[in-house]
């Protein structure tokens, strides 16, 4: 035993820790809350502090308390120093509730230390778009008003959106409506078209196969496939529901493998896409950030229809100067304060910093928002935090569950985070890569398929590196037949 060394070394190590108290992570899952969940938290929070109160004209804009103390659009976890945050609410909590409160704010001015939500700051009316829980009708009058101008045509498009079935079929007679709206016949065939093009796909359609043919037109399937699920669906729908199959593959001359191809794309239709808006079951997804065009960019207007103005109770900051209370009275609505303090806090950096990164996000995919997939560019997290000036995890935070309305329907904020592929022209989107290989497929020779070799290598004498494997697989995403499939299909 005396020839073991027993090494027993006692060292120092100074570490840095960062502590994560209860307010910061309450202003974290603020951040990160969608509308209507934090719409449920707000009224939880108002109900459990009796320092906050709800105020009708949302406080004085003349003032704000809160940015004399931090003036930051950043959220909290943006601070080099975390603590900075907590000695900015102590210190603020102090003013309001120490002895010399009234020589700091006056008791008039507490209304100031207040959260004004952005339903009475813009002229776009929010009631056209959005209820309680957002309906059809609702939704597709969003769509009318960004893409359609003139005055008598969204008074047809009005009309017609307003006599579409609950599952979202317009069945009623052309000409019937058009002596009903005193028009002329090509003039409401021209909106109609427009509506038949709005979110969900297949809106509007007077027949189940107008609908499901919608559906797989925007599913970007090859003609010759749409052809034959339109013949399918007219000339063999008996024979469909009556699991004829054989009859089918030797009335349409087509081999097996097609035929269940052509199976696949009509169960990825909805036979009947207005029902997602109804029931009282069904679960809605409400925008939580309008990007509405305008004659030069866009507007982003954030939703926060349900969150009502908030302000500081101004009978318990009174109560604190009273000499009838006691010191663990006196620490309790000290924090009820501090609380209150730092919700609204948390809830004007949750809105401009929504603000700030849809702003960003727009200005980076503004071609994507005005004319669709094919200009989605690639973009990062890192993109917009460096151009916010935000931390990358507070994007994330942001974007994670929300939705944006755009002209094109709902769109989820994660949605316009793009990877890239190398090219000579520089990075380039997926879904840049995706069109130029529906294109190649499109225009290859109808007698000699391309395979996905041979896309690899086309792709390549554009300056595009992908690997037949990815080739695949965005072929399979874009519900395009292998070679040998679409080879079959065309003898």
């Not at 907590?86 to 409160?101: I, Q």
Request: proline share 2%; aromatic share 8%; glycine share 4%.
């Amino acid at each position: 035993m005396n020839n073991i060394n027993q090494n027993l070394d006692i060292k120092n190590t100074l570490q840095t820790t960062v502590f994560i108290t209860p307010q910061m992570k309450q202003s974290l899952a603020i951040l990160q809350m969608p509308i209507v969940e934090l719409e449920q938290e707000l009224s939880n929070i108002l109900e459990e502090n009796p320092i906050l109160e709800v105020s009708e004209d949302g406080g004085s804009d003349d003032f704000d308390s809160l940015d004399d103390f931090d003036n930051s659009e950043n959220s909290i976890e943006d601070n080099e120093d975390t603590q900075d945050n907590e000695k900015n609410l102590e210190s603020l909590v102090e003013k309001v509730t120490g002895d010399d409160w009234e020589e700091y704010i006056g008791y008039e001015k507490l209304d100031d230390i207040s959260y004004k939500s952005t339903n009475d700051e813009n002229n776009f009316d929010l009631e056209q778009v959005i209820g309680a829980k957002e309906s059809l009708y609702e939704h597709l009058m969003y769509q009318l008003n960004v893409n359609v101008v003139d005055k008598e045509e969204r008074r047809i498009g009005e009309y017609i959106i307003g006599n579409l079935s609950e599952d979202g079929y317009f069945r009623i007679d052309e000409d019937t409506a058009c002596d009903e709206l005193n028009v002329d016949k090509a003039l409401f065939e021209k909106v109609l078209d427009i509506i038949k093009t709005f979110m969900p796909s297949g809106i509007a359609s007077s027949s189940l196969t107008e609908c499901i043919i919608t559906q797989i037109k925007d599913m970007g399937c090859e003609e010759v496939y749409i052809d034959l699920v339109e013949e399918l669906l007219s000339g063999y729908s008996a024979e469909l529901a009556a699991f004829k199959y054989d009859d089918i593959l030797k009335g349409m001359s087509i081999e097996r493998d097609t035929f269940d191809y052509l199976l696949e794309l009509i169960k990825k239709t909805d036979p009947r896409p207005g029902l997602n808006f109804s029931g009282s079951d069904t679960k809605f997804v409400t925008p939580d950030v309008f990007i509405v065009p305008n004659e030069e960019n866009f507007d982003i207007i954030v939703n926060e229809k349900g969150i009502p103005n908030i302000r500081l109770n101004n009978y318990y900051i009174k109560m604190l100067q009273g000499s009838n209370l006691d010191s663990e009275a006196k620490s309790y609505i000290k924090d009820k304060v501090k609380n209150a303090v730092w919700v609204i806090e948390s809830l004007q950096k949750r809105q401009k910093a929504i603000y700030k990164v849809v702003k960003a996000i727009a200005e980076f995919q503004g071609d994507f928002l005005q004319y669709g997939i094919s200009m989605l560019k690639p973009l990062k997290l890192k993109d917009i935090a460096e151009a916010t000036g935000l931390h990358e995890s507070t994007v994330s935070r942001v974007t994670s569950g929300k939705y944006a309305m755009t002209k094109h329907g709902l769109i989820e904020l994660k949605s316009f985070f793009s990877k890239s592929l190398e090219s000579q022209d520089g990075d380039m989107s997926i879904g840049v890569i995706k069109q130029k290989i529906k294109e190649l497929i499109d225009e290859e020779d109808k007698t000699v398929c391309l395979s996905d070799q041979r896309i690899v290598e086309l792709m390549e004498e554009k300056g595009i590196k992908i690997a037949r494997r990815t080739v695949a697989k965005y072929r399979d995403e874009m519900n395009i037949p292998t070679m040998s499939q679409r080879r079959r299909l065309r003898r």
